[in-house]
């Protein structure tokens, strides 16, 4: 990892990374009450991680990465994104769209808030996702 990518990183944890990643972490045992849903579970700590260290990673389709489509991508993803969207899906949005907000305040925290659009769109469908490491050039 570059040496920017861990000062934004650091920076980023103590400007809202570290409560966003708490709150999809919140999420992720409030979905491992239930049998049903654990897989919502599972992808909350894995997306829960990212929020707590975003720059150097992104997300991408499964289907792009794999070159098949998997039952996170298809149809039952789908209707999993439309239950997730319901329950959790768009307070997690609000929740980084008020973080994005208070970063836009400053010059340097767009690059922040950026990151925290990013991951409110994330937050609405996050099936069918997978957290990828960005190559370095």
């Given amino acids: 990892m570059s040496l920017l990518r861990l000062i934004f990183n650091i920076a980023w944890f103590l400007m809202g990374g570290f409560v966003m990643g708490l709150a999809w972490w919140f999420v992720g045992l409030l979905c491992f009450i239930s049998i049903i849903g654990i897989p919502f579970g ?37 209707v999993g994104n439309v239950i997730w969207f319901l329950c959790f899906g768009i307070w997690l949005a609000i929740g980084h769209l008020v973080h994005a907000l208070a970063c836009f305040v400053t010059i340097i925290g767009i690059p922040f808030a950026l990151q925290h659009l990013k991951l409110a769109l994330l ?8 957290v990828i490491a960005k190559p370095t050039y």
């Fill in 42 to 78: 599972r992808a909350c700590f894995v997306i829960g991680e990212l929020a707590f260290w975003p720059f150097g990673q992104e997300t991408v389709n499964r289907k792009h990465v794999s070159g098949q489509e998997d039952i996170g991508t298809g149809t039952l993803g789908l």
């Fill in 123 to 130: 937050s609405l469908t996050p099936i069918g996702q997978t």
